[in-house]
């Protein structure tokens, strides 16, 4: 059974950093996408990023400069920086993978930024 497990969020200021990691377990990943989505308080879930089975990265035009997505594939970890945290970044920030066919996510990590 795929388990995906996010950790790394917390409150932070304005202008702070965060890494947050989502470990899977499960199966053979490293053929499979692996991406972060996050969902703001009151609005509907959006995609950040994701990396593919070959490394690649891709990045939602609006996460673009502040959001760096990494994977570990000898670990099985997914990662997301972000950097000069705003207000608006206040989300719950899951992970996902389809893998065989099948969508799994995780179980979110609470991020919220505020002075």
């Known amino acids: 059974q795929v388990q995906l497990v996010e950790s790394g969020g917390g409150l932070v200021q304005p202008g702070g950093s965060l890494r947050l990691s989502c470990a899977a377990s499960?199966?053979?990943?490293?053929?499979?996408?692996m991406a972060w989505y996050r969902q703001p308080p009151g609005k509907q879930r959006e995609w950040v990023a994701a990396?593919?089975?070959?490394?690649?990265?891709h990045y939602a035009e609006s996460m673009k400069g502040r959001f760096t997505i990494s994977r570990d594939f000898a670990k099985d970890t997914l990662y997301l920086q972000v950097n000069n945290l705003k207000p608006e970044d206040t989300a719950v920030y899951s992970c996902?993978?389809?893998?065989?066919?099948?969508?799994?996510w995780g179980q979110g990590t609470q991020v919220t930024v505020s002075s």
């Open positions: 996902y993978i389809s893998y065989r066919g099948s969508a799994s």
């Open positions: 499960g199966g053979d990943f490293s053929a499979s996408t």
């Open positions: 990396v593919s089975g070959n490394g690649i990265a």
